[in-house]
Antibody
């Protein structure tokens, strides 16, 4: 079955970097876009951006340009989110989600289990 | 950017109640509107896509309607497992945006 499995929780100090992975299985990895979504503690969902798993081309939401970088390793069907110069306000659960395209519309049909990134001194 | 406004932000209901959640877009998004359910400590799960199409496996007590700027999610008879937070999402244009969420509690 289609599955996205993310790496485990991370505890980092301010100014450090973190790399979260999202391993796909059960489908052809390069046929879909993978999105990243952030959820701060007790808050709503915030779209970080997507990466085209075929071309590797990323698109970032305005608030996430600069310190957030998406990458791929198609040989192992894995997408990555790297965050540099971490700040306390980056503390959140980060989800990857596969985007499905119908004839006209699109939606997130499969989500990873989430990775908690905690930034604290 | 397209802003998505959900209401109410929370509601109290009982098992068997009919529940309506609304989502309004700041500009027309046709039917590029999806609904997700999230339970505490879990990832969101797709309920409805393209405004009114039920995702496979989702109970028929869930329904969605609307187009343009105004959308609704209805639960015809609330069940114990439906107590959760619900989010709408527009995929008409980037940045893809979510509503603030509606927490359905007892």
């Amino acid at each position: 079955q289609v599955q996205l499995v993310q790496s485990g929780s991370e505890l980092k100090k301010p100014g450090a970097s973190v790399k979260v992975s999202c391993k796909a299985s059960g489908y052809t990895f390069t046929n879909y876009r993978l999105n990243w979504v952030r959820q701060a503690p007790g808050q709503g969902l915030e779209w970080v951006g997507w990466i085209n798993a075929n071309t590797g081309g990323p698109t970032y939401a305005q608030d996430f340009r600069g310190r957030f970088v998406f990458s791929l390793d198609t040989s192992v069907s894995t997408a990555y989110l790297q965050i540099s110069s971490l700040k306390a306000e980056d503390t959140a659960v980060y989800y990857c989600a596969r985007e499905w395209f119908g004839e006209l519309y699109n939606w997130f049909d499969t989500w990873g289990q989430g990775t908690l990134v905690t930034v604290s001194s | 950017d397209i802003q998505m406004t959900q209401s109410p932000s929370s509601l109290s209901a009982s098992v068997g109640d009919r529940v309506i959640i609304t989502c309004r877009a700041s500009q027309s998004i046709s039917r590029y509107l999806n609904w997700y359910q999230q339970k505490p400590g879990k990832a969101p799960q797709l309920l409805i896509y393209a405004a009114s199409t039920l995702q496979s496996g989702v109970p028929s007590r869930f329904s969605g309607s609307g187009s343009g700027t105004d959308f609704t999610l209805a639960i015809s008879s609330l069940q114990p497992e439906d107590f959760a937070t619900y989010f709408c999402q527009q995929t008409n244009s980037a940045p893809l945006t979510f509503g603030g969420g509606t927490k359905v509690e007892i």
